[in-house]
């Protein structure tokens, strides 16, 4: 149906930059759905990071990323990225890329298709 493939996670520096990119494909994906990420540390719940709108249009961000991270993407290549700055340690977690034809569903655990998730670990 659809695969959401991650990737560009990777162990850095408090401080520093990773680039997460996710590759979309399948039969019943479209180009105007919803693509969004989230994260799960180590004991914790699964959360909501980024969303983005079909045409990239508009953007939601969680509070704790605001001015950190940025989301895009780029229809023809049916790929989305996440831009992540000023990493911290608690960023630490596996990122998941996620979409839905539903912008506002987007925002929730509901999404209807999930990636495998890719590790970002931020160190002190």
């Known amino acids: 149906q659809v695969q959401l493939v991650e990737s560009g996670g990777g162990l850095v520096q408090a401080g520093g930059s990773l680039r997460l990119s996710c590759a979309a494909s399948?039969?019943?994906?479209?180009?105007?759905?919803?693509m969004g990420w989230f994260r799960q540390a180590p004991g914790k719940e699964r959360e909501f990071v980024a969303g983005i709108n079909w045409n990239g249009y508009s953007t939601y961000y969680a509070d704790s990323v605001k001015g950190r991270f940025t989301i895009s993407r780029d229809n023809a290549r049916n790929t989305v990225y996440l831009q992540m700055n000023s990493l911290e340690p608690e960023d630490t977690a596996v990122y998941y890329c996620a979409a839905d034809p539903n912008y506002e569903r987007i925002r929730t655990l509901s999404v209807g298709f999930w990636g495998q998730g890719t590790q970002v670990t931020v160190s002190s």
């Open positions: 399948g039969r019943t994906f479209r180009s105007y759905y919803a």
